[in-house]
T-cell receptor, first 113, second 113 residues
Framework: ETGVTQTPRHLVMGMTNKKSLKCEQH?????MYWYKQSAKKPLELMFV???????ENNSVPSRFSPECPNSSHLFLHLHTLQPEDSALYLC????????????FGPGTRLLVL | DQQVKQNSPSLSVQEGRISILNCDYT??????FLWYKKYPAEGPTFLIS?????DKNEDGRFTVFLNKSAKHLSLHIVPSQPGDSAVYFCAATPGGTGNQFYFGTGTSLTVIP
């Protein structure tokens, strides 16, 4: 596997479910990110991890809970989501903090019913 | 308030002609700019970038121009090819030690054979 991978690619869940999104990067990067892309809106940065430490939380509701066990893996734990949380969730990685180019995974298309 | 704007949601160009995609920004602290290309069902892929110390960066058929006084950047693709049909996002960052990238809403380019 190369690049940034995300699983699952598609997810349908009810508002009372608990699910997790997984991201893995094979690029040797030290920074990882979660973005949300809703229809007709720009990508919204949700969380940033540098060397496994969370350095950014863009006022994301607590029903989204990130976890970064190591520099290669990033999870987004979901619970009691709302229908408006339906979106494409993209993971990205970069070498480290700063202006380095970010490399994106294919995304998880989430539908909350 | 959106700090990076792409005012044209779509653009159609004949194969072989030039495609010009535009992006405007409001934050004068941005010092690094990127263009990403996104095919359906895939994550954005990095295309080309430019630092604020330059006004032009060229890579093959792709050239990015930066006009700092107008807070405007553009991506030129010449000659355009059908495989260039995708959604193009511009992004900007203040750089330094921060990781905050700000994205536009994207422009969908269609290259007509």
């Amino acid at each position: 596997e190369t690049g940034v991978t995300q699983t699952p690619r598609h997810l349908v869940m009810g508002m009372t479910n608990k699910k997790s999104l997984k991201c893995e990067q094979h690029l040797g990067h030290n920074a990882m990110y979660w973005y949300k892309q809703s229809a007709k809106k720009p990508l919204e940065l949700m969380f940033v991890y540098n060397f496994k430490e969370q350095t950014e939380n863009n006022s994301v509701p607590s029903r989204f809970s990130p976890e970064c066990p190591n520099s290669s893996h990033l999870f987004l734990h979901l619970h009691t989501l709302q229908p408006e949380d339906s979106a494409l969730y993209l993971c990205a990685s970069s070498q480290a903090s700063g202006s380095e180019t970010q490399y994106f995974g294919p995304g998880t298309r989430l539908l909350v019913l | 308030d959106q700090q990076v704007k792409q005012n044209s949601p779509s653009l159609s160009v004949q194969e072989g002609r030039i495609s010009i995609l535009n992006c405007d920004y409001t934050n004068s602290m941005f010092d690094y700019f990127l263009w990403y290309k996104k095919y359906p069902a895939e994550g954005p892929t990095f295309l080309i970038s430019i630092s604020s110390i330059k006004d032009k960066n060229e890579d093959g058929r792709f050239t990015v121009f930066l006009n700092k006084s107008a807070k405007h950047l553009s991506l030129h693709i010449v000659p355009s090819q059908p495989g260039d049909s995708a959604v193009y996002f511009c992004a900007a960052t203040p750089g330094g030690t921060g990781n905050q990238f700000y994205f536009g809403t994207g422009t969908s380019l269609t290259v007509i054979p």
